[in-house]
């Protein structure tokens, strides 16, 4: 299992890994490889540039728009997100070679491979809008479907999946935290003026109904659809693997990584835009 977080929400929850990364030793490389992380992080560039270059995110005209574009791929090139990563990573695992063996095991495992490819597989269909639409589809009928069919019973697989390691409260602290630095990067560009630091903490915490919501249905309709595969027993053993402490430990230590990265390149990102938009003003 990728222990991932969902989508970003905003243009916040993405990454930079601009600074440069020491070589990695060959446990880090055993990990990365492991967990698929070049595949996933190809993915997430790709999820993160077009949450950034929307729009309504970026409203940015000519060849300001253009060198955004270009700062924004390169924040956003798949190496620099796995090289940050696994770094913040190594320092979490460091004193705890018991998590890292025990990650390992599972994800060389027959079950763990299998999990490991349907997440990634899952996350890049998701890309294009027709199957994201479709999987949230496939949500709303199993949520109307009866709890004793075999629809609900497999929702309620896939809720039970989503506790045991505590999955919505940890990707709604992450958009929190990275909607926050967003938010910081745009203040230390003057780009948002008239708004205190206070002002930035209220903006932020009046998203957390949204970002909670949406991290439900986003998470609920991704699971749903990657672990379709599954019969309802390697369900069941995916579920009774992540209840395990080592297991639950390593979630945790996998998101630490991605928040301390994450919050990193919203910020890069905020203040990116923020510099684009003073530039537009002049």
């Known amino acids: 299992m990728l222990h991932t977080p969902i989508r970003p929400l905003l243009a916040a929850a993405l990454l930079v890994g601009l600074v440069l990364i020491p070589l990695r030793p060959a446990y880090a490389d055993e990990l990365s490889d492991a967990y698929l992380l070049p ?3 190809e993915v997430m560039a790709t999820e993160g540039q077009r949450s950034v270059l929307a729009e309504d995110t970026a409203p940015l005209n000519g060849g ?9 791929e390169e924040i956003y090139t798949p190496s620099r997100i796995e090289d940050a990563f696994v770094s913040v990573l ?6 705890r070679p018991d998590l890292r063996a025990d990650a390992l095991d599972f994800a060389r495992s027959t079950l763990g491979q299998r999990v490991l490819r349907l997440e990634i597989s899952a996350r890049t269909a998701m890309l294009e809008d027709e199957v994201d639409e479709a999987a949230r589809r496939a949500l709303m009928d199993a949520r109307e479907a009866p709890s004793d069919s ?4 497999r929702l309620a697989l896939v809720r039970d999946r989503i506790d045991a390691n505590d999955l919505v409260d940890l990707n709604v602290s992450l958009g ?5 630095a967003y938010y910081r990067g745009l203040y230390a560009e003057g780009a948002v003026d008239g708004l205190s630091q206070e002002d930035l903490l209220q903006i932020i915490w009046a998203q957390e109904g949204e970002i909670r919501a ?3 249905d986003w998470i ?3 699971f749903l659809m990657a672990y379709q595969p599954l019969d309802d027993d390697e369900f069941q053993a995916l579920i009774d693997y992540a209840q395990t402490p080592l297991a639950d430990r390593f979630n945790q230590a996998m998101f630490q990584a991605f928040d ?3 919050t990193d390149i919203s910020r890069s990102i905020g203040q990116a835009l923020g510099r684009r938009l003073q530039a537009e003003e002049l």
């Open 214 to 216: 949406e991290t439900v």
């Open 90 to 95: 190594q320092e979490e695992l460091q004193n």
């Open 64 to 72: 300001i728009r253009a060198q955004f574009v270009q700062e924004v």
């Open 220 to 222: 609920e309709a991704f």
């Open 39 to 41: 595949e996933l992080f």
């Open 176 to 180: 929190l935290n990275t909607s926050y």
């Open 260 to 262: 301390a990265v994450f």
């Open 150 to 153: 075999a629809l609900g019973q």
